[in-house]
Every structure is written in structure tokens, then in C-alpha cells.
């Protein structure tokens, strides 16, 4: 077995999902991910945990929809783990399960290398510290209604947040209401219908991987109206259309990485918005992040070297977050 494998797996269980002696884990996985979801398993059951696995056929697409249909999937467990390809974090059984006071862990395994998600360096990034990075920007974020965001390569975007809260993923699901996810990202469940301006995507373009020639997009009213029609822009626009919806073009969160090991490579989407250095857009549902937006899916654009305003006030410059500390110098 791939010792990169079992070191992830091992992280996965004792110190995201932090599973403890009798709790009951249901495993959430389909059959090209059943030996992650086994190695798992066999480090939560080492924790004294109850574990059941639950698997879907191999994924041609992505299965959120069962659990969309099925709110009460998660009643019976104390803890969830969805091991699948694609998230199931914006589900409407995720959001239940929650609120119930069940714990959550969103480990979308999808990647483009042919290795396993476990593999990737990006999984020894230690949440406190993600946590504290975290902290430093936090409550200027909270503070404020407006967010802006510059690049050098040309993105100039406003986003709306008022009554929306800043969140914290960081991997461990004892954090946050007991709702986390594997990228490490503060979130923002933005005002869907109020995003303006141009973004130059020059980062990752989510699940369909790299954007090897960066492409523009424009967005109007919380939108994306057009898309640059070059190599890249129709990838884009050719993903987003197999939706057939058009609740997918609406910019529903915008995300800020804190995962220093992480690289944006394009190989995996987690690990691409979960960069230290970059910023990304979610577009589609948004529901369970916060929002009030309803759509088939969703999915993140992501952008390097942002500069970031909060109500006008500087609080991240070329990727890299100003301190409280720096701040007052």
C-alpha cells in the first residue's frame, strides 16, 4: 500500500473527522474510491468508531442529487464523511445533518494525475494554523459589506456580503459547527445577485483542471454574461453548459485559500482553491454555505496573486494576507 495513501488516510480519520469510541460513521464513497474509503475505515474503527460505508457506482458525473432527494440520509450518524468524487457539500442532506448536530467532512477525491487525493502534500497542513491565518482577516471581513478584488493580470471585481457571515474550513469538523471541508478556505456565501465587474481566470478552472491560457470573464448583476472565447474560455463555457442551467452562471461564494502546502497545478481542485496565494469564486448553489441560491451544482474558478479590499481597507496584497500586526506598523 502507497505509504502517502495511509498517511492521509490516517489524517482523514484521527485528525479531521477526529472520530471517538462509538461514534457511528457512515462513509459516503463509490467503487473508484473504495480503497480510500477502506483505509479510512480502518483507522476510524482503530479509534473504537462505528463505521458503515456507503458506495455508488463508479461517477460519470456527480451524485449530489440522491442526497437532495433523500434529506434524512444522515439521521442515523453521528458522523459523515462524503468520500466521493465530486462534493456533496452544497447538499440539502449535508445541511440537515448539520443542523441536527451531526459533523460533516467534504473529501471530494476527484483528481486529474491519476493519483489519490490522500497522496497530495497539501493533506499535512495543520488546521490550527490554517485556523490562525484565518484569524488575522476574519473579523475585517465580517465588519464589512462590500469586498473588492484586484489582480495584476487584470481581474477587478466587487462583491456584496451584507447579513452574510465569514466562515472557516480548515479539514476538522470539531471546528466550524461541525461542518468542514477538505480546503482549507474562508467562505463567503455573497449576495448572489449584486457581483460586478471582470475576471481574469488565470488560476484553476475547478474539476476540468488548468487554465493553461488564462481567459476573462465578465460578470453583471451577480452573473457571468460572457466568457472569453478563446481555448480556455470554451472549455469553460462547454462544462457550464452540460448543466443545462442557467442558476450555474451566478457567483454564490467567493473563497480565499490558506493551505501554504497546497500548489494550483490543476491536477486537483481541492487542493487548487485551497492555495495560499489565491482566491476563487464558487458559482451555482450555495445554499448549504450560507446563501439562498438553488442550482444543479457547484463548482470554483480560481485566481493567483489577489489583491483584497474590505469596505475599501487593504487586507491581502499579491496573495499574501496583512496582520494585524503589519497593519499597525
Same mark, same amino acid.
Given at each position: ?9 490516517? *489524517?482523514?480519520?484521527?485528525?479531521w473527522?477526529?472520530?471517538?469510541k ?16 477502506a ?12 463505521v ?10 456527480q ?17 459523515i ?23 460533516f ?14 497522496e497530495?502534500?497539501?493533506m499535512?497542513m495543520?488546521p490550527?494554523?490554517?485556523?490562525e ?25 466587487t ?11 480548515t ?7 461541525g ?7 474562508i ?20 474539476y476540468?483542471?488548468?487554465s493553461?491560457?488564462p481567459?476573462i ?8 454574461v460572457? *466568457?472569453?472565447?478563446n ?40 487542493e ?7 482566491f476563487?469564486?464558487g458559482?451555482?448553489r450555495?445554499i448549504a454555505?450560507?446563501g ?5 451544482a ?21 496573495g ?10
Open positions: 500500500m502507497n505509504k502517502n495513501l495511509l498517511r492521509g488516510a490516517k *489524517i482523514v480519520a484521527e485528525k473527522l477526529d472520530v471517538t462509538e461514534e457511528a460513521l457512515l462513509i459516503v464513497t463509490s467503487e473508484n474510491h473504495w480503497q480510500e474509503a483505509e479510512i475505515s480502518r483507522f476510524a474503527k482503530a479509534r473504537g468508531a462505528v458503515e460505508i456507503m458506495t455508488f457506482p463508479a461517477q460519470k458525473g451524485v449530489g442529487h440522491y442526497f437532495d432527494e433523500h434529506v434524512d440520509a444522515f439521521d442515523a450518524y453521528d458522523v464523511l462524503g468520500a466521493t468524487t465530486h462534493s456533496l457539500v452544497t447538499t440539502k442532506a449535508v445541511k440537515r445533518a448539520v443542523e441536527r448536530g451531526s459533523r467532512l467534504s473529501l471530494p477525491l476527484s483528481t486529474n494525475d491519476e493519483r489519490s487525493m490522500l497530495y502534500e497539501f499535512k495543520d490550527i494554523e490554517s485556523l491565518m484565518a484569524d488575522e482577516i476574519m473579523d475585517r471581513l465580517e465588519a464589512s459589506e462590500e469586498i473588492r478584488v484586484t489582480t495584476e493580470a487584470g481581474t477587478n471585481l462583491f456584496r456580503k451584507k447579513g452574510r457571515k465569514v466562515n472557516c474550513f479539514g476538522a469538523t470539531r471546528e466550524g459547527n461542518y468542514a471541508s477538505s480546503s482549507f478556505e467562505f463567503i456565501a455573497i449576495e448572489e445577485t449584486l457581483t460586478e465587474g471582470v475576471g481574469y481566470v488565470d488560476a484553476s478552472l475547478g476540468i483542471g488548468n493553461d491560457e481567459a470573464i465578465h460578470l453583471k448583476e451577480g452573473r457571468i460572457e *466568457i472569453e472565447q481555448e480556455t474560455g470554451k472549455k469553460l463555457q462547454k462544462y457550464m453548459e452540460h448543466f443545462e442551467d442557467e442558476g450555474m452562471y451566478v457567483a454564490g461564494e467567493f473563497g480565499i485559500g490558506l493551505n501554504r502546502f497546497s500548489n494550483c497545478d490543476g491536477n486537483c481542485y481541492i487548487d482553491e485551497s492555495a495560499y496565494g489565491t476563487h469564486i458559482f451555482g450555495n454555505l450560507g439562498v441560491h438553488e442550482a444543479k457547484h463548482f470554483d474558478l480560481v485566481f493567483h496573486e489577489p489583491n483584497i479590499y474590505a469596505d475599501g481597507e487593504l487586507i491581502m496584497e499579491k499574501e494576507i496583512i496582520t494585524e500586526e503589519e497593519k499597525a506598523v
